[in-house]
């Protein structure tokens, strides 16, 4: 099955404040929506006659053999293109702190699961605002197209009366004075000009409107990621001293419990029995030892100094030594992010590995265990796959429920594919602080 065991992302990921990005000089922003209001006139008008073409076809077609069916897919993916593509031009021309268009996370399996994204993509408010300020632009573009043809004709019209006497043709047919051309050309290139400056500052407000969002969406946003980030935390302290609790109680305590017995046993027969005596002692310091191995365990499962000293890279090296399941361990990431801003990070990620690499060899009856961790926009991103039954779920107080929660809290994503027979597939992606 396919399980996203993360809540839904908030409807904008918090982004910094637009005053810590480098805005344009506001002459230079407006001639760049001209362009750019012109180009999408000329070529964005084109491509939404397209997708308008395939959803009519689609709908005409859809009891045909399922043909419709495959257009009307095929619309979503490219409406869903538009989309981003606008969302990336906005940010762009305006130094919009806005965080990319994401297609949404499948949360079933197979064709079925996947049909129930794409629906669900399809009714994407985010999408559908940026694809409605598209249009809108688009509309704005073949506006400026024309504005500047009446620019064009202008000029020429004010010059057109050089060399003659009498009238000349204006516009709609009507003819006018000779003396009179210069100034309906003049007033013609001012009229023209503000039509286009003003078709740049209305789609400015219009994108601020549709696909900017508020101060206050921003904050919300904020607000609803900070609120989900601190209830990760807490669950997975709460799961963590749970475990230690149970690891204590259930292996160390009886272990030491044990070796007092022992001891006592051989007290008592140090006397009348030394050659048993020595056994028991031998026994008791057997246990003892193996007790310290725990207890070691215990403490590396609460702190990584490796992963402190020698980063994540090391540390996964030394886990994957230490795995009872053969591990493939591929590790690229950037240097630069051991540090500071990315600890917490690196801590999520390794913790997320080794609970997975642990229940693999606990539960999956895996033969082999694949680990692939890269560094991705500024953050970790690692997939752990085994070749074990499969059919894993998160459950309440288990280890797939405490990766969920540590990497929440880091504020990051997970997300579990696990079919029954197997492979089973778990990715993480964590940001590293700024």
């Keep these: 099955m396919t399980t996203d065991p993360t809540p839904p992302p908030p409807a904008a990921a918090p982004v910094p404040p637009a005053a810590t990005r480098a805005a344009r000089p506001v002459p230079l922003r407006i001639v760049l929506t001209i362009l750019e209001l012109a180009a999408l006139g000329a070529v964005g008008t084109a491509a939404f006659a397209i997708l308008t073409t395939m959803f009519g076809v689609g709908l005409a077609l859809l009891f045909v053999f399922g043909i419709g069916v495959i257009v009307l897919l095929g619309v979503v993916y490219g409406l869903f293109g538009v ?35 794409v629906a669900r993509q399809s009714v994407d408010g985010r999408m559908w605002r940026a694809i409605l300020n598209f249009v809108l632009a688009c509309i704005a573009g073949t506006v400026v197209l024309r504005l500047f043809w009446g620019i064009i004709w202008s000029i020429f019209f004010a010059f057109a009366p050089l060399g003659r006497e009498g009238s000349v043709e204006g516009p709609f047919g009507s003819y006018l004075g000779a003396e009179w051309a210069p100034l309906v050309g003049i007033v013609g290139v001012i009229a023209g000009a503000a039509g286009i400056v003003g078709l740049a500052l209305l789609h400015r407000v219009l994108s601020r409107a549709l696909v900017i969002p508020s101060r206050e969406a921003e904050l919300a946003a904020q607000v609803r990621t900070s609120t989900a980030q601190r209830a990760g935390a807490v669950r997975a302290a709460e799961l963590e001293r749970t475990r230690i609790e149970r690891d204590l109680h259930d292996g160390v305590q009886p272990r030491l419990v044990s070796v007092g017995m022992t001891l006592g046993l051989a007290k008592q027969k140090i006397d009348a029995d030394p050659t048993s005596a020595k056994v028991l002692i031998d026994e008791a310091h057997t246990s003892t030892k193996a007790a310290i191995t725990e207890l070691r365990q215990l403490a590396r499962g609460i702190h990584t100094s490796v992963l402190d000293d020698r980063g994540l890279d090391a540390a996964l ?4 030594g230490r795995s009872h399941i053969p591990v493939q361990l591929d590790v690229r990431i950037d240097p630069s992010l051991h540090g500071a801003g990315c600890r917490d990070a690196e801590a999520a990620v390794y913790f ?26 500024g953050g970790l991103w690692a997939r752990v796959e085994d070749n074990g039954l499969g059919g894993a779920q998160v459950q309440p107080g288990g280890g797939l429920d405490g990766i969920t929660n540590r990497v929440l809290a880091a ?11 197997g492979p089973t597939s778990l990715e993480v992606t964590v940001p590293c602080a700024s």
């Design 317 to 320: 090296s030394a886990l994957a």
């Design 352 to 377: 997320a590995i080794a609970e997975s690499l642990t229940n693999a060899a606990k539960h999956s009856r895996a033969s082999e265990c694949r680990v692939v961790v890269r560094s991705r926009a």
């Design 411 to 421: 504020g990051g994503t997970c997300r579990l594919d696990s079919p029954m027979g």
């Design 83 to 117: 989309a981003w593509f606008e969302v990336r031009r906005i940010a762009g021309l305006y130094s919009a702190p806005l965080p990319d268009l994401r297609w949404r996370e499948r949360t079933r399996p197979g064709f079925g699961g996947w049909l129930r994204n």
